[in-house]
């Protein structure tokens, strides 16, 4: 079990929303979750989080906006990126600006759960 790891989840969909935040918390992380962009980005400017997992198609920003919006700010966050269609373009896009992992939907919950730890090691 993790502990002390926050983890913000950005999923606009609400039932993967709850499948994600409980899969994580499940392991031990603490874990907030939003449904769009805007309120992502008023997190991410208030609080600290070790690691952001966002959906590439959201509301009110994007997934890719709301990296860039990290990436400016230098903001000390990993960021895994979510995407159900987005192509190789949205992907590389996305590496490029700072995204430690990329994963195409439907995923496995334990996919998941080993790009967040992996990544987290990553994070000093």
Not at 48 to 53: E, R, S
Not at 58 to 68: A, D, H, N, V, Y
Not at 97 to 105: M, N, R, T, V
Request: overall charge neutral; aromatic content about 4%; hydrophobic content about 45%.
């Amino acid at each position: 079990m993790e502990t002390g790891k926050r983890i913000l989840v950005v999923e606009d969909e609400p039932g993967l929303r709850m499948v994600v935040e409980s899969e994580i918390a499940r392991s031990g992380y603490d874990v907030v979750s939003v449904a769009n962009g805007l309120d992502a980005i008023a997190k991410l400017s208030k609080e600290k989080f070790d690691l952001a997992i966002l959906d590439v198609t959201l509301p009110g920003k994007s997934g890719i906006e709301i990296l860039q919006f990290i990436h400016e700010k230098r903001i000390n966050t990993r960021v895994i990126m979510l995407t159900g269609m987005e192509g190789l373009s949205v992907a590389i896009k996305a590496v490029k600006l700072g995204a430690d992992d990329y994963i195409p939907k439907p995923f496995d919950a334990e996919y998941l759960l080993t790009s967040v730890r992996t990544v987290l090691r990553l994070k000093k």
